[in-house]
C-alpha cells in the first residue's frame, strides 16, 4: 500500500526530494544560503509562502536546539516540522452509530473528482457492512446523476434522482426521508459543481444545507470538500470560498497521482487545521485512501533517505 502511495506521489517527489538530494550533500554545512534554497525549494513544491515561512522558523528552532551543523541531519529535523503540520489534520471520518442516518454532503467544482469519490466512499463504506444510500443532488447535468447510479449498481445500494433541472434541494428531502424509512446507515448527496465565487449556485448549496438540516436535525453530520489537488494553492481559494457558506468539516484531495504540486496539503492542512480524510492517488477503486500523515510525508522523500518510522 505504501509504495502505490509512493509511485502516486512520484512527480511531487521529483520536484521536492530531487532538489532536497543535491541541496542536503554529504558533508555540507548549514549555512544561510543552504536554508534560503530550502524555503524556495518548498515554494515551489507549492507548500506556499506564508506556510514555507512558518516551516523554516520552525526547522530553525530545531536546529538551535539540537545544534545541528550538517545539512544531512536537516532530513529528520524537516520531517518533525512537517508531521507537525500534518498530523492534526489526519482525522479519519468517524460514522457513529447513534446518528442513523448519517449524512454526507458532498461539494466541490466540477472536475475535481467528487462523483468518482462518492462512489469509492460508498465501496469502502458497504466493506464495513455499512448500508448506503446516494442522493442525485447535481440536477445541472444529466451525465452526473446517470454516472452516481453507475456507481450506485456498481455498490449495489439505492440512488435517490429525479429527472435533469429538478429542486436538488427536493432528492435531498426525498432522499433522507427514504433514509429513514430503509433503516440505511449512511445518506451521501452529490452536488452540482460549481465555482466558489458563483453566488447563485452557491445560495442554491446553502439551500440544500438547510433542508437537510429540517428534515433531520443536526444534518448534514459531514460537509466534505472535494478539492483537485492539481490546482494548487487555488484550492485554498476554492476552499475558503465553500467554507464562508456551508462550513466545511472534512476535506477529500484528489488526483495526487497527476500533479507535481501535492505539497499543496502542507499548506491546506498549516491554514486551516481542517481534518483531511481521504486522498485520491489514482483512478481505482482502492486509490482513495485515508489519510495518513507519516506515509505522506515518507513517500515525499527518496528511497536512499533514512529516517524514522
Not at 16 to 44: C, H, N, P, V
Not at 72 to 80: K, M, R, S
Not at 200 to 216: F, G, N, S, V
Request: proline share 3%; hydrophobic share 45%; charged share 25%.
Amino acid at each position: 500500500m505504501f509504495s502505490r502511495l509512493r509511485a502516486s506521489l512520484s512527480r511531487t517527489r521529483q520536484s521536492f526530494a530531487g532538489g532536497l538530494s543535491s541541496l542536503f550533500g554529504t558533508g555540507k554545512k548549514i549555512d544561510q544560503q543552504i536554508l534560503d534554497e530550502l524555503e524556495e525549494l518548498l515554494i515551489l513544491a507549492d507548500v506556499g509562502v506564508e506556510t514555507s515561512m512558518k516551516i523554516m522558523d520552525a526547522l530553525g528552532d530545531i536546529i538551535r536546539r539540537d545544534r545541528i551543523t550538517e545539512t544531512e541531519a536537516l532530513y529528520p529535523a524537516l520531517e518533525e516540522v512537517l508531521l507537525g503540520i500534518l498530523q492534526p489534520c489526519e482525522v479519519p471520518l468517524d460514522i457513529p452509530s447513534t446518528s442513523k442516518p448519517f449524512v454526507i454532503m458532498v461539494v466541490g467544482v466540477n472536475g475535481a473528482g467528487k462523483t468518482t469519490s462518492i462512489g469509492k466512499i460508498t465501496s469502502r463504506l458497504v466493506q464495513q457492512g455499512k448500508s448506503v444510500l446516494l442522493a442525485a443532488g447535481d440536477t445541472f447535468r444529466a451525465a452526473a446523476s446517470e454516472q452516481l447510479k453507475i456507481w450506485g449498481e456498481r455498490n449495489q445500494v439505492h440512488v435517490i434522482a429525479q429527472q435533469p433541472g429538478a429542486d436538488a434541494a427536493a432528492v435531498v428531502h426525498d432522499a433522507i426521508e427514504s433514509a429513514a424509512s430503509r433503516e440505511s446507515d449512511v445518506v451521501i448527496i452529490d452536488t452540482a459543481g460549481r465555482q466558489h465565487t458563483s453566488g447563485d449556485l452557491m445560495q442554491e448549496l446553502e439551500k440544500i444545507h438547510r433542508i437537510a438540516a429540517r428534515k433531520l436535525p443536526g444534518a448534514p453530520h459531514e460537509v466534505l470538500l472535494v478539492l483537485d489537488a492539481g490546482i494548487g494553492q487555488n484550492a485554498i481559494h476554492q476552499l475558503e470560498g465553500f467554507n464562508k457558506r456551508v462550513n466545511i468539516s472534512g476535506l477529500c484531495l484528489t488526483k495526487l497521482d497527476g500533479t507535481a504540486k501535492g505539497g499543496v496539503i502542507i499548506a491546506i492542512a498549516d491554514r486551516t487545521k481542517l481534518p483531511i480524510r481521504f486522498i485520491g492517488i489514482g483512478e481505482g477503486i482502492d486509490d482513495l485512501r485515508i489519510f495518513n500523515a507519516r506515509d505522506f510525508v515518507s513517500a515525499l522523500f527518496d528511497n536512499d533517505i533514512q529516517h524514522a518510522n
